[in-house]
């Protein structure tokens, strides 16, 4: 078994110890309680209310277009203040967030510690630049095993003081950057796969403002 799957496995053990699961699927209502697939939610938006702090929210397979009605743009937003939660798609690679006409897929607010996403396929639409952001004071971000894909941009974009602490098994298709980092520290960048860049590097860093950044074991390949 490779290391990347034994991990994305560990990750749902681990969770599932000491935090509250609920669920989302296709066949969801926001409606439902969210605290089993039969009660599930039916978009990963409705757990930014419907779950809080050390929380494990499970994502069944299938496409999802997210919409977030208190915000200036339609795109899944991971609020503030929920510490030790973890976004996991169900099965891996079969979960697809697209970001539609946004101008992001994910946004992680202020204060979301400890917050892992594992597993999702993050696909860009038309109009977005970026994958995956944070914005300043986001602390202890893990992205585990997720493919990041066609963003006009980057895949991941840690250039807003966020603290982004982990980077593992991720492959980055056909975006500007693979990731662009500034004003980031303590992060480990290690097993990803970066392919197809659009136009630039797969990496950029900014000189004096990233900070014991350790980064190994990735592959990069362009067939141009």
């Excluded at 757990?47 to 339609?74: C, F, H, M």
């Excluded at 493919?147 to 492959?171: A, H, Y």
């Excluded at 074991?217 to 141009?224: A, E, G, S, T, V």
């Amino acid at each position: 078994m490779k290391k990347g799957a034994l991990l994305f496995i560990l990750l749902i053990c681990i969770a599932s110890v000491n935090a509250t699961t609920y669920y989302v699927s296709k066949n969801g209502a926001d409606t439902n309680g969210g605290t089993s697939w039969a009660d599930s939610w039916l978009t990963i938006n409705k757990s930014n209310i419907g779950a809080g702090a050390d929380t494990l929210i499970l994502v069944g397979d299938g496409l999802y277009i997210e919409s977030y009605s208190a915000g200036s743009a339609d795109y899944l937003y991971l609020e503030r203040n929920y510490a030790n939660r973890t976004l996991q798609a169900q099965n891996q690679s079969m979960v697809t967030i697209n970001g539609s006409s946004a101008s992001r897929v994910i946004r992680a607010q202020p204060n979301a510690n400890n917050l892992t996403i594992t597993g999702f396929v993050l696909e860009g639409g038309g109009s977005t630049s970026s994958c995956v952001s944070g914005i300043a004071g986001t602390g202890g971000v893990y992205l585990i095993n997720n493919t990041f894909q066609n963003c006009t941009v980057q895949g991941l974009d840690m250039t807003t003081l966020s603290i982004w602490k982990n980077i593992t098994g991720n492959t980055f298709i056909n975006t500007n950057y693979g990731l662009v980092s500034s004003g980031n520290n303590n992060t480990v960048i290690e097993q990803n796969n970066f392919s197809n860049s659009l136009s630039e590097r797969a990496m950029r860093f900014n000189e004096g403002r990233s900070v014991n950044i350790t980064i190994k074991n990735n592959k990069f390949y362009d067939p141009d």
